[in-house]
């Protein structure tokens, strides 16, 4: 199975400035035949379920803002959100499908600081 | 818009059954894949099962493996998750969640609002 971890655990970030979160994986989700990193990244809010963020590693999903950004290939993977506002106070989780069992990592919680 | 509706949740002994129905409107249902992801009290998302659009393969957590079954009911645009067998383990909300594509390897983009499962005498 793909082990994924995820760094910091939780971060406290000031309104306005840039956040970031790093999903590792333990072995390469790039898929050879179409060169997509098989890897998404979602956001939880309490209370609610996830929604999709990012897809193939750096495609954003329809609707979501700018402010959030994806990067990485391989096995090393980034989300940033270059200017957090309070509505980003959630948890934050990458899951690769490349192959199964799919699996998530286990969550950065952001908060402000 | 994409609506994804389970239902079925509730308090269950442990060795006993359930299904779970997830009814989706605002897509094409049979042309997507569909994944069940539960998430016990506390605790982080944990992958369960796929089923693909099209040709229905079905993917398995080695957890879940032998007890659960995934299906689809394109003519009533419902995804289920028959659960056998049930452990304290698999107490969680259970999410339905809707594909990217009709193939089983893609993300999840549109999710339900879930439904409890708990399993205690």
Do not use: H
Request: glycine share 10%.
């Amino acid at each position: 199975d793909i082990v994924m971890t995820q760094s910091p655990d939780s971060l406290a970030v000031s309104l306005g400035e840039r956040a970031t979160i790093s999903c590792k994986s333990s072995q390469s989700v790039l898929y050879n035949s179409n060169n997509k990193n098989q890897l998404a990244w979602y956001q939880q809010k309490p209370g609610q379920p996830p929604k999709l963020l990012i897809y193939w590693a750096s495609t954003r999903e329809s609707g979501v803002p700018e402010r959030f950004s994806g990067s990485g290939s391989g096995t090393d993977f980034t989300l940033t959100i270059s200017s957090l506002q309070a509505e980003d106070v959630a948890v934050y989780c990458c899951q690769q499908y490349y192959s199964f069992p799919f699996t998530f990592g286990p969550g950065t919680r952001v908060e402000i600081k | 818009e994409v609506q994804l509706v389970e239902s079925g949740g509730g308090l269950i002994q442990p060795g006993g059954s359930l299904r779970l129905p997830c009814a989706a409107s605002g897509f094409t249902f049979s042309g997507y894949s569909m994944t069940w992801v539960r998430q016990a009290p506390g605790k982080g998302l944990e992958w369960v099962s796929t089923i693909s659009g099209g040709t229905a393969n079905t993917y398995y957590a080695d957890s879940v493996k032998g007890r659960f079954t995934i299906s689809r009911d394109n003519s009533k645009n419902t995804l289920y998750l028959q659960m056998d067998s049930l452990r304290a383990e698999d107490t969680a909300i259970y999410y339905c969640a809707k594909g990217r594509m009709p193939s089983a390897y893609t993300g999840s983009d549109s999710w339900g609002q879930g439904t409890l499962v708990t399993v205690s005498s």
